[in-house]
T-cell receptor
Framework: AAGVIQSPRHLIKEKRETATLKCYPI?????VYWYQQGPGQDPQFLIS???????DKGSIPDRFSAQQFSDYHSELNMSSLELGDSALYFC????????????FGSGTRLTVV | GQQLNQSPQSMFIQEGEDVSMNCTSS?????WLWYKQDPGEGPVLLIA?????ELTSNGRLTAQFGITRKDSFLNISASIPSDVGIYFC???????????FGQGTRLTINP
């Protein structure tokens, strides 16, 4: 079965640079979520989108922005990167009624040097 | 904000032993989920619980949604080497889509 696809899998950026992470949800899933997981930490919710509109917002820094496109894929844009932004970034997708499945992608490992 | 307290933080067991871990919260959740995460991979859903008091099994895994809606446990019976990993509980509040995760339980199995 198709899963949530994230790209790239690994990304190395320098401080103050910009990064864009992409997420392709499971077909027919209309809701996308972004989570950040620091080393040895649990995933922290950043933001979610339903039908291309922001549906919930968590601890997402102002330097980050995200959007969902008409084909339901989503992009997380991160600017003025800091060393502390180094983490695993997960995307998850679901139908609006999440009880039918809330599936995570394999993540993008961002390293800021 | 909402917090989930998951324990134990780590477990070192022998293959074949049973495992038990739990999560508690100061606030009520309408959904409890249990995930397993392997290194460098995304969390994989093991069991989902939607009703207070619900007891659900998935093979050797059993999880329960506490009656107070503030806790949940996960049991793994007859552990095998592929059970190694980090297990997370996650709660979801009424009307919210985001998940709040526990701190994780790292399971190590000695053959």
């Amino acid at each position: 079965a198709a899963g949530v696809i994230q790209s790239p899998r690994h990304l190395i950026k320098e401080k103050r640079e910009t990064a864009t992470l992409k997420c392709y949800p499971i077909p027919r899933h209309d809701t996308v979520y972004w989570y950040q997981q620091g080393p040895g930490q649990d995933p922290q919710f950043l933001i979610s989108f339903y039908e291309k509109m922001q549906s919930d917002k968590g601890s997402i820094p102002d330097r980050f922005s995200a959007q969902q496109f008409s084909d339901y894929h989503s992009e997380l844009n991160m600017s003025s990167l800091e060393l502390g932004d180094s983490a695993l970034y997960f995307c998850a997708s679901s139908l609006r009624d999440y009880r039918y499945g809330y599936t995570f992608g394999s993540g993008t490992r961002l390293t800021v040097v | 904000g909402q917090q989930l307290n998951q324990s134990p933080q780590s477990m070192f067991i022998q293959e074949g032993e049973d495992v038990s871990m739990n999560c508690t919260s100061s606030s009520i959740f309408n959904t409890w989920l249990w995930y397993k995460q392997d290194p460098g991979e995304g969390p994989v859903l093991l069991i989902a619980l939607y009703k207070a008091g619900e007891l659900t099994s998935n093979g050797r895994l059993t999880a329960q949604f506490g009656i107070t809606r503030k806790d949940s446990f996960l049991n793994i019976s007859a552990s095998i080497p592929s059970d190694v990993g980090i297990y997370f509980c996650a709660g979801q509040s009424q009307g919210a889509q985001k998940l709040v995760f526990g701190q994780g339980t790292r399971l190590t199995i000695n053959p």
